[in-house]
């Protein structure tokens, strides 16, 4: 990231030691503002091994003050289903029509739901849908016949949180013009669902270390 000149000020007026969250949220909202409403994350490193298949670890999270961000869905569903996920205000609706849009690389939603009966279609976008983590998982509630809830969901503020090959999760927690109180909350959902998903196998310390950020801002580290 170029260090303009926002950056810079933030840098020098941010704590330069891991501080306590709700210190390290006060000092983040007071970053310069940009033309644009930042995104806010946590980055989590975790004492994981994600070569392993059991420390792997992937889930998604409610945060109680919303993430802040307007979530397009796209429901793989047909007959009474569909007809659900529209009510339930789903952006986009469809079956073997929506495959072939996908295929032809019309991807303009950013989560995906579909009805078990979708999925044997759906497979076949693996390769399209995988790399972008928009492939629907019963794991993560985003393959079921309840279209209304998963909808309801997303659109709500649940997040994923979800493991790198380095054993970190980076977790939407809100946006910058957000009030500390309100990251907070949302910071403590994600640090309670990480801290439940930790794998029986993993040794060790499992959370090593927590900062957090703003899209173009440096981070904080925050304490235990």
């Given at each position: 990231?170029?260090?303009?000149?926002?950056?810079?000020?933030?840098?020098?007026?941010f704590?330069?030691?891991?501080?306590?969250?709700?210190?390290?949220?006060?000092?983040?909202?007071?970053?310069?503002?940009?033309?644009?409403d930042?995104?806010?994350?946590?980055?989590?490193?975790?004492?994981?091994?994600?070569?392993?298949?059991?420390?792997?670890?992937?889930?998604?999270?409610?945060?109680?003050?919303?993430?802040?961000?307007?979530?397009?869905?796209?429901?793989?569903?047909?007959?009474?289903?569909?007809?659900?996920?529209?009510?339930?205000?789903?952006?986009?609706?469809?079956?073997?029509?929506?495959?072939?849009?996908?295929?032809?690389?019309?991807?303009?939603?950013?989560?995906?739901?579909?009805?078990?009966?979708?999925?044997?279609?759906?497979?076949?976008?693996?390769?399209?849908?995988?790399?972008?983590?928009?492939?629907?998982?019963?794991?993560?509630?985003?393959?079921?016949?309840?279209?209304?809830?998963?909808i309801?969901?997303?659109?709500?503020?649940?997040?994923?949180?979800r493991?790198?090959?380095?054993?970190?999760?980076?977790?939407?927690?809100?946006?910058?013009s957000?009030?500390?109180?309100?990251?907070?909350?949302?910071y403590?959902?994600?640090?309670?669902?990480?801290?439940?998903?930790?794998?029986?196998?993993?040794?060790?310390?499992?959370?090593?270390?927590?900062?957090?950020?703003?899209?173009?801002?440096?981070?904080?580290?925050?304490?235990?």
């Amino acid at each position: 990231m170029a260090k303009t000149k926002n950056y810079k000020a933030a840098q020098e007026a941010f704590p330069k030691e891991a501080v306590p969250a709700k210190d390290a949220f006060d000092a983040l909202v007071k970053a310069p503002k940009m033309g644009f409403d930042q995104t806010v994350e946590a980055h989590f490193r975790l004492g994981l091994d994600t070569r392993q298949s059991d420390q792997q670890i992937r889930g998604m999270v409610a945060l109680p003050s919303g993430s802040g961000k307007t979530v397009r869905v796209a429901v793989f569903a047909e007959g009474d289903a569909a007809k659900k996920a529209k009510d339930a205000g789903a952006d986009i609706v469809g079956s073997d029509d929506l495959v072939k849009d996908v295929q032809g690389g019309k991807i303009d939603f950013d989560a995906v739901v579909a009805t078990p009966d979708q999925m044997a279609k759906v497979g076949k976008l693996g390769k399209v849908l995988g790399p972008r983590n928009l492939m629907p998982n019963p794991k993560l509630g985003t393959v079921t016949p309840d279209v209304e809830k998963a909808i309801k969901d997303l659109k709500g503020g649940k997040v994923e949180y979800r493991a790198d090959k380095f054993g970190i999760c980076h977790v939407i927690i809100g946006k910058l013009s957000f009030t500390p109180d309100m990251l907070l909350m949302n910071y403590n959902a994600v640090l309670d669902a990480i801290t439940r998903a930790k794998p029986s196998s993993a040794k060790g310390r499992y959370i090593k270390s927590v900062s957090i950020s703003a899209t173009m801002t440096p981070a904080i580290k925050i304490a235990e």
